[in-house]
């Protein structure tokens, strides 16, 4: 994979692939299992911090402590926090997206790191229960596993578009609307694994309208699409803002580009 990335890019690559290991070994006697769901504090963000979430969250801290490196982080659990001696990365932590379909035993669950130096932009999603990786460095594609390339599909019949989407009431219509032309609808629960599979082309398009999307919960899945040849944007069709503002809330549509314009003006109900 070292001829796929910059060498930056590689460096950051394989201390993601350590906190995925690390995650992976910390949460698997939690995953299916009530206590994992014992709540242990109020996250940064504002919503409960499971047992299984704080065991995700410091398996990665400690792999970036050990790397060597200096990153200033921002997670959903703890908020704000320098790792390290002379931060010289932005890096994004959710620790376990889908907390409830681990607790669940539902095995669709996914760690989300995304990173940001002068030197390169890194994206990293980890399927947690099938242990496949997805990532992207900026302007040098997207990439599965041990390099192999992902692209977003080349469906451009949006009467054969499998989604997933997401909304909330009083806005369900903009979700029904787009449910009458397209073919399927899934949600399922982790938006980064959600947005993996659309740059890997075995979704058509990823929607969510509840307004609530952080950039900091679609930042790694937004590169990975875009790398891999889709679109994403806020449902006006602005592009989304990666380097600052990142708990800002936002409806969010990625793509495989094809059809976002006919995406955008259902959900807007022109």
């Not at 769901?37 to 963000?45: K, L, R, Y």
């Not at 659990?77 to 620790?95: S, T």
């Not at 760690?111 to 992207?136: E, H, K, M, P, Q």
Request: charged share 25%; glycine share 12%.
């Amino acid at each position: 994979m070292s001829e796929l990335l910059s060498s930056s890019g590689s460096a950051l690559l394989k201390i993601c692939d350590r906190a995925s290991a690390a995650v992976s070994s910390s949460i698997r006697d939690m995953v299916g299992m009530a206590a994992g769901g014992q709540m242990v504090n109020i996250g940064a963000d504002g919503t409960p911090t499971k047992r299984i979430d704080r065991a995700a969250e410091d398996a990665v801290l400690e792999v970036l402590r050990a790397s060597g490196k200096g990153f200033w982080v921002l997670s959903e659990e703890k908020g704000e926090m320098i790792v390290g001696r002379n931060p010289d990365h932005f890096l994004h932590l959710d620790p376990l997206d889908g907390t409830f379909n681990a607790i669940a035993g539902i095995p669709f669950y996914a760690l989300s790191i995304y990173i940001r130096g002068d030197d390169c932009r890194l994206g990293y999603i980890y399927d947690l229960a099938r242990g496949v990786s997805f990532y992207a460095e900026a302007g040098r594609g997207a990439y599965a596993g041990s390099g192999e390339r992902v692209s977003v599909s080349k469906n451009d019949d949006l009467m054969s578009f499998s989604i997933s989407a997401y909304t909330i009431r009083p806005h369900t219509g903009r979700v029904t609307r787009i449910g009458d032309r397209v073919r399927r609808i899934r949600t399922l629960g982790s938006a980064s694994l959600e947005m993996a599979l659309v740059a890997s082309g075995k979704l058509d398009s990823f929607i969510d309208l509840r307004g609530m999307m952080r950039v900091v919960d679609v930042a790694a899945g937004s590169l990975i699409i875009e790398e891999a040849g889709g679109r994403v944007s806020d449902s006006k069709g602005c592009q989304l803002q990666l380097e600052r503002g990142m708990w800002q809330k936002r409806c969010v549509v990625g793509s495989n580009g094809r059809r976002h314009q006919d995406l955008l003006r259902l959900i807007e109900g022109d």
